[in-house]
């Protein structure tokens, strides 16, 4: 809406780094990770490198990029887009596909990486396992686009859990 639009720019606003002036184009991933909304979601990085679209590919965001994040986690986003966006935040290594690799990242990233809540080998091996069998429709030991999106379809919370409220 027009009020959300303007309170996004307001937001903006006050991230911008004034060292570069009051009306730098950007706002570095640093200053976005500021936002409460963002500063203890475990996936901050990739938010801000997913929704980039510096040259620079260092996550900065200028206010369309602002603008589209808040759009893919606002309500009124369609399960399509939101399931889109997490997709390619949770692909670590932007291939189109989410493999062990990705899994083993998006696993550290919700337990946390401390000896007291990291995984074992064993148990990451069996949960990842356990992932695949569930979501690799093809059997191509990958979970793509489509079939990650087949998942999240039947996860009833992901839509109302996947939002950042300003």
């Known amino acids: 809406t027009k ?6 720019h307001k937001i903006f606003s006050e991230l911008q780094d004034r060292e570069n002036g009051p009306y730098s184009s ?13 500063k203890s979601n475990p ?3 990739r938010i801000c490198h997913v929704f980039s679209t510096s040259d620079m590919k260092d996550g900065s965001l200028s206010f369309e990029d602002f603008l589209d994040l808040l759009s893919a986690f606002s309500d009124s986003a369609t399960l399509e887009i939101k399931s889109h966006y997490a997709f390619r935040i949770f692909d670590f290594d932007d291939d189109g596909t989410l493999d062990a690799r990705d899994l083993e990242k998006l696993v550290n990233s919700l337990t946390g990486e401390t000896d007291d809540t990291r995984l074992t080998g064993e148990e ?23 079939e990650f999106q087949h998942v999240i379809s039947r996860s009833p919370d992901f839509v109302s859990s996947f939002k950042i409220v300003l």
Do not use: C, W
Not at 26 to 38: F, G, Q
Not at 124 to 146: A, H, W, Y
């Open 124 to 146: 990451m091996r069996q949960l990842i396992s356990n992932i695949l069998e569930e979501s690799d429709i093809d059997k191509d030991g990958t979970v793509n686009l489509s």
């Open 43 to 45: 996936f901050r990085k």
């Open 26 to 38: 950007r706002v570095s991933m640093e200053k976005i990770h500021t936002l409460p909304e963002l």
């Open 3 to 8: 009020q959300e639009i303007l309170m996004a």
